[in-house]
């Protein structure tokens, strides 16, 4: 049975008012969002001709969340050209939301869901492309022992792992503008 979101509708903020409500990392945010350029032409044309048939966009967010930082600013982007209405659930507001969409146990943001005319989710993203996810991926499943004597240290590892992989430039952005496109043609 699909998670139905209806009664959460219009319980978020827009995506400017997200921003603008930032008090942590605002100018990064600003910044990777500045910076987004379509990967190619092919791409560009289907978000801007995208028939979204009702179709909203539920982020839950945080500002303090780097994995947010990189990846909502590509997010608003992709919505803003396809013409989806978004609306951004702050994850401390909503910790009832973000408990059904955990991430291999855990709460890990963003998460971009995409809701139908009924409420009805149909679609999910987040928190990072896949790529980018895979280290924390192999992480979790070779140790699921968080008392472990050298998690915290194997858990650095994947995390200066997780960061090589994002890059400091904004070549990462392709791989979620693909994810999403995939999952809006799927529907």
């Not at 990064?28 to 350029?37: C, P």
């Not at 969409?101 to 896949?130: C, E, K, N, Q, Y």
Request: net charge negative.
């Amino acid at each position: 049975m699909a998670i139905n979101l209806a009664e959460k509708t219009g319980q978020g903020i827009s995506p400017k008012a997200f921003v603008a409500g930032m008090t942590k990392n605002q100018e990064q945010f600003q910044d990777w969002y500045r910076k987004f350029a379509w990967p190619d032409e092919t791409l560009r044309s289907f978000f801007e001709n995208y028939n979204n048939n009702g179709l909203r966009c539920v982020v839950i967010a945080a500002d303090w969340c780097g994995d947010v930082v990189r990846n909502v600013p590509v997010v608003f982007r992709l919505m803003e050209t396809a013409h989806i209405p978004t609306e951004v659930l702050i994850m401390e507001e909503h910790l009832e939301t973000i408990d059904q969409f955990l991430t291999m146990g855990g709460r890990s943001i963003p998460v971009v869901l995409f809701v139908d005319a009924r409420g009805d989710v149909v679609g999910r993203w987040g928190p990072r492309p896949t790529y980018v996810q895979e280290p924390m991926v192999a992480f979790k499943a070779e140790n699921p022992n968080r008392d472990a004597p050298d998690y915290q240290e194997k858990l650095q590892v994947t995390r200066q792992e997780i960061m090589r992989r994002y890059g400091t430039d904004t070549a990462y952005q392709k791989l979620i503008v693909e994810e999403i496109a995939d999952i809006l043609k799927a529907l």
